[in-house]
């Protein structure tokens, strides 16, 4: 529910001993409820009792309606009064209150009619000469009537737009009386005899727009929230933040400075630790001159930041909201969401793990969309056995029988995975010949799988680039592990060859023509052998190369740079083939689909892009991170991208439509790296906070949450089968942890999708396998490969 997010028609009454009604500044609606009283009474004893009564509860979310809040104020400290003795010294009260009463009941408002009576003790008095409850005497009928005629009620119409120079959320001020009696169950507009009274109510109005008050209001809301009970001021203790940051960009904006710079020196200090970048940020914003050049803060500024709390906590805010000023309450309208959810109020532990985002939390319902992360149905294709006598003979010196037969792995597949999505779902490429013969062989190496596991770690090969000056920026291996790629500050893209076989490009066209094409070894004979090398470089980009990807045929090798291109090169010439121009900025990341054809691009123009490879403009935009989108990853059934941002946010993106499907927070600095898991109903994200997250995508809920690390996550890998997560980093170490155990016994009840409550283990230590340290080496890459061997890479960076 967007609760606060809507403006309400709703007018405060304040009736007086003497003198007409005055009208006090209408206070911001919740959206909760309809025809909503509150009253608040200062008895005789001097002691205030606040009622709040509803005649129907509304629900969440829907369309508000006009509410009354009634005061009827005693002196305080004043001595108890007898009735009668009360009844003739102020007449006028009980002429009041009888009045109030009346216009309940003909707007059919009975419990608040009842709350009143009980609250100004008046139940047996105000029934004097009548059998019913509720009935009024003559006399009183009388006063009330004649009260009713100065303040009437119309019936409302629909919540208009504010008119200028009112400020107010549809509460229009008439001059003149109106008479009448009211419509039964109707409350709006109300009618007010004195001019002055209107003036009093906009200077009010303005004067709590001063810039002087703002610490004072702040203040304020502290000292409330840390008095309230502990079980809602974790929750409660969320707003600091947003109103922070708001009402300090408000002063900037109005070019308060001085008013803006004395607020932060004094309340800073305050917020959490993981928003002290973004308090880095704020604190260079002094002139509203500044602000129009931040693109981050503009966006926090415009879009509403997100609070998910407990509806008990939120009925407390309501408490504040009628003793607080209007100032708080039109920043908690205008720029926050709150997310009300039932049941009990989230613990400090539970908030600091989902908390972070550069606009909150998601809400609850961004991760409700279907999800299908199953895999697809895999081709079903003939296997020959795999004999390690390839030679075809046996110990008898008679040849094998080679029988031709399916995989375990390929007739795993043959059940449609439930969870799925349709084969056709999105237009997929058909396998070609060589696709088929690069399955076959990697079905024989899945045979030949070391099956891993806590008493069972892999083993790490570690490419070290020398001498790249910290100018390494991406690094990308082939599926089959045979080439590895590299993307430099220089703008090159170097391609290494790691097995004994060399790089060469195809031959030139006259020396083509030569070939006999019908031959076997066409494709061996095409290659030049003077072009031979273990290493090629390739020209093109003018700026550093941040994201490389070989696609899955290996034909391919995409690279995204800082000159705002991707640029496709061929592996069979060494050439580019096509420069794809759509960002406007450096391009931070890009990947191909694990079926090739389609690839994503992300950047710091806030979006990812998904192209195929034979069109120049992309084919889905992803907008809605607030800043960089540094990461990106295709889900194993190429249905779905990941994106990691600079915003702190996780998003899942549905390649068909372009939605977005999951809102991941809980980071608490920009996302670097991405991997799904094999099975694809798993994502582990890493950050610069260190920290290592697993999320459930099928029910959008955090999962895990794997400590250790000193310094940004670069890299993370599944192991084949899923068993293991390797996790590299800029603290120089790879880390092993237990997938298996992590995953298993997940609370994904109903309760803790609906409500989002989250009891991460801290059992980091028992999943940690392994930490496997370099001399001075920054892990920038891991690769595990077909047969469950972690290759990693990364350039020697001298202290």
Known sequence: ?????????????????????????????????????????????????????????????????????????????????????????????RQTLLAVLQFLRQSNLREAEEALRREARLLEEAVAGSGAPGEVDGAGAEAASSLLSRVTASAPGPAAPDPPGTGASGATVVSGSASGPAAPGKVGNVAVEDQPDVSAVLSAYNQQGDPTMYEEYYSGLKHFIECSLDCHRAELSQLFYPLFVHMYLELVYNQHENEAKSFFEKFHGDQECYYQDDLRVLSSLTKKEHMKGNETMLDFRTSKFVLRISRDSYQLL?????????????????????????????????????????????????N????????????????????????????EGKPKKKKPRKDSVGSKSKKQDPNAPPQNRIPLPELKDSDKLDKIMNMKETTKRV???????????????????????????????????????DSTVRVWSV???????????????????????????????KTASELKILYGHSGPVYGASFSPDRNYLLSSSEDGTVRLWSLQTFTCLVGYKGHNYPVWDTQFSPYGYYFVSGGHDRVARLWATDHYQPLRIFAGHLADVNCTRFHPNSNYVATGSADRTVRLWDVLNGNCVRIFTGHKGPIHSLTFSPNGRFLATGATDGRVLLWDIGHGLMVGELKGHTDTVCSLRFSRDGEILASGSMDNTVRLWDAIKAFEDLETDDFTTATGHINLPENSQELLLGTYMTKSTPVVHLHFTRRNLVLAAGAYSPQ
């Open 1 to 93: 529910m967007a609760a606060l997010a809507e403006e309400q028609t709703e007018v405060a009454v304040k009736l007086e001993s003497e003198g007409p009604p005055t009208l006090l500044p209408p206070q911001a609606g919740d959206g909760t409820g309809e025809g909503t009283v509150g009253i608040t009474n200062n008895g005789p004893n001097g002691s205030g009792g606040n009622v709040a009564a509803a005649s129907s509860a509304g629900g969440d979310g829907g369309t508000p309606k006009p509410a009354v809040a009634v005061s009827a104020a005693a002196p305080a400290g004043a001595a108890p009064v007898p009735a009668a003795a009360s009844e003739a010294g102020a007449p006028h009260d």
């Open 318 to 366: 309501r408490h504040l909201q009628e003793k607080q000023n209007n100032q708080i309450w039109n920043i908690v309208q205008e720029h926050i969401n709150i997310d009300i959810f039932d049941g009990m109020p989230r613990s400090k532990q539970q908030i600091d793990a989902m908390v972070g985002g550069l606009a909150g939390e998601a809400k609850r319902e961004a």
């Open 368 to 395: 409700k969309s279907k999800v299908f992360f199953g895999l697809l149905k895999e081709p079903e294709i003939e296997v020959p056995l795999d004999d390690e006598d390839e030679e075809g003979e046996n110990e």
């Open 451 to 489: 099956r891993l596991g806590p008493d069972c770690l892999p083993s790490i090969c570690f490419y070290t680039f020398l001498n790249a000056y910290q100018g390494l920026t991406a690094v990308d291996v082939t599926d089959d592990s045979s080439l590895i790629a590299g993307g430099f500050a």
């Open 499 to 529: 097995t004994p076989k060399k790089l060469r490009s195809v031959k030139q066209a006259s020396d083509l023509s030569l070939i006999d094409k019908e031959s076997d070894d066409v494709l061996e004979r095409i290659m030049d052998e």
